[in-house]
């Protein structure tokens, strides 16, 4: 069973920095690409996505320059560093699997981008407030 855990989420004041993990397990983690995908309310939405290899990422310009995703395959661990926290950036952190080893475009799939993953974890929460 594929299997993804995530940690490291809490409470943060604006400003603030978190990491979080996520440890995945039941698949061959190095053939897939891995991404961060935030849930608040009725919106979902994807803040970070790596390749497999580990030497490509992307970001929506929401938190580029803040946030940072990273993974260790010999650990079969995803990363996200969190810095510079804003209130906006509150909401549920879930690591998902992507059904390829590239980081496709996201911009060809308008709002069916959900399509691109198999896999979600529960989720983390992360609550920035002063």
């Not at 979080?20 to 397990?25: F, R």
């Not at 996201?106 to 407030?129: F, I, K, P």
């Amino acid at each position: 069973e594929v299997q993804l855990a995530e940690s490291g989420g809490g409470l943060v004041q604006p400003g603030g920095s978190l990491r979080l993990s996520c440890a995945a397990s039941g698949f061959t983690f190095n053939n897939y690409a891995m991404s961060w995908i935030r849930r608040t309310g009725g919106k979902v939405e994807w803040v970070s996505v790596i390749n497999s290899d580990g030497d490509s990422t992307i970001y929506p310009d929401s938190v580029k320059g803040r946030f940072t995703i990273s993974r260790d395959n010999v650990k079969s661990t995803l990363y996200l560093q969190m810095n510079s926290l804003k209130p906006e950036d509150t909401a549920v952190y879930h690591c998902a699997k992507l059904i390829y080893q590239f980081i496709p475009s996201l911009g060809d799939y308008g709002s069916n981008w959900l399509s691109l993953y198999d896999r979600w974890g529960a989720g983390t929460q992360v609550t920035v407030s002063s």
